[in-house]
């Protein structure tokens, strides 16, 4: 029974915008008879499950773009073109927003929803801007213009609390209209898979530190410490790491790309402890590493950075580096010597992730952001 979900609605299949889909994940989601609300979702591959929590909870009809994988690594002009392609599914179904009081919008399709509003087009009363951020200082002149389209109903779910100070200074927006959402898992997550034998095979457990992940990160630092250490190094990263290209890479580096999820869970598994190098104290960055990372039980070493602090407390759930070249070779050196410390480490990032970043936290977190706007 959800208390806090108004009435209960008529259960109806979902039609998805570009071909005809029902569900999200196989489940037929819940919808409000008065078409009150509605989450606009940019693919089935956005955040599926909260997609799905949301609009079963909270009575959301579902509104799926087409597809398109924003938060996987793509070339400027394959994010143009997917972005493009959703912007005209969202034209096109304008018919279905004019129904909204309450808009939820998935990424940085949001701002096409406020410029409808802006052209009084639609007439929702609240929005939620949820899963956006800015991952390079670059951006920030654009999304301070784009912020003009707001109106005093428009809010943004930001994933990191360091953001709601960052966003306020360099984009200029009310704090009071900035919810922190843990970013999190919204799945159990499954059974360790076996290796596939088409992947290259792992190291020797034990035998090697790891990084992994494609946006924001700092790989030239990082493999210039290791060019001072005799420790092995593993990097997962992706072919839009352009930067590594024209790299010499020492013998004891070895850089990996564009691995499957199962692949990638299997190198960090059998690490020594896990390293997150970032460029840019931006924000929402390396999150979905470090819960992979929290999960299986590892010693984090990552950037001193304010979304980072909130996954890494230093000394307690792993260990903050202010300058990769300065301080990392004395902290290899210390795990090294006290593989204790980075087991206890290790122990106290998955008992962070069970309170602040599981399936539970993050429902409890939602619950208490979205029940609010959902009081007629």
Not at 21 to 42: C, E, F, K, N, S
Request: hydrophobic share 40%; net charge positive.
């Amino acid at each position: 029974m959800r208390a806090d979900a108004g009435p209960t609605p008529t259960t109806r299949v979902v039609p998805n915008v570009k071909d005809g889909g029902a569900t999200i994940g196989g489940m037929t989601v819940a919808v409000d008879p008065a078409g009150a609300r509605l989450l606009v979702q940019p693919g089935r591959t956005a955040f599926p499950d909260m997609a799905a929590y949301i609009a079963e909870r909270f009575s959301f009809e579902l509104l799926q773009l087409s597809d398109y994988e924003i938060h996987r690594a793509h070339s400027k002009w394959a994010h143009l073109r997917g972005l493009m392609r959703q912007s005209l599914d969202l034209v096109r179904a304008l018919g279905r927003l004019r129904q909204c009081r309450v808009v939820i919008a998935i990424g940085p399709i949001s701002y096409l929803v406020k410029l409808l509003r802006r052209l009084h087009l639609v007439r929702y009363e609240t929005s939620f801007c949820l899963g956006w951020h800015v991952r390079s200082p670059r951006w920030f002149p654009l999304f301070r213009a784009l912020g003009r389209l707001d109106g005093g109903g428009d809010r943004y779910i930001v994933f990191s609390e360091w953001e709601i100070g960052l966003y306020q200074a360099r984009l200029g927006i009310d704090p009071a209209r900035m919810d922190f959402l843990p970013y999190g898992d919204w799945a159990p997550p499954g059974a360790p898979a076996a290796p596939d034998p088409r992947e290259p095979a792992a190291p020797e457990s034990g035998s090697y530190y790891f990084a992994g992940g494609y946006s924001n990160r700092d790989y030239p630092a990082l493999i210039a410490a290791f060019r001072t250490l005799p420790q092995r190094l593993v990097i997962v990263c992706s072919a839009h790491n352009t930067e590594l290209d024209d790299i010499d890479v020492p013998p004891n580096v070895t850089i990996l790309r564009d691995l499957p999820g199962e692949a990638f869970d299997l190198y960090v598994r059998g690490a020594k402890a896990c390293v997150v190098p970032l460029k840019h104290d931006t924000g929402a960055s390396g999150q979905s590493v470090m819960l992979r990372l929290m999960r299986n039980r590892k010693a984090i070493v990552a950037s001193d950075f304010g979304g980072v602090r909130g996954y890494v407390v230093d000394g307690e759930s792993g260990l903050l580096v202010k300058d990769f070249g300065r301080d990392l070779p004395a902290i290899v050196a210390r795990l090294e010597r006290e593989p204790d410390t980075a087991a206890a480490l290790g122990e106290a990032a998955y008992e962070r992730y069970r309170r602040h970043f599981s399936v539970e936290a993050g429902r409890a977190a939602l619950d208490r952001i979205l029940a609010p706007a959902m009081t007629p």
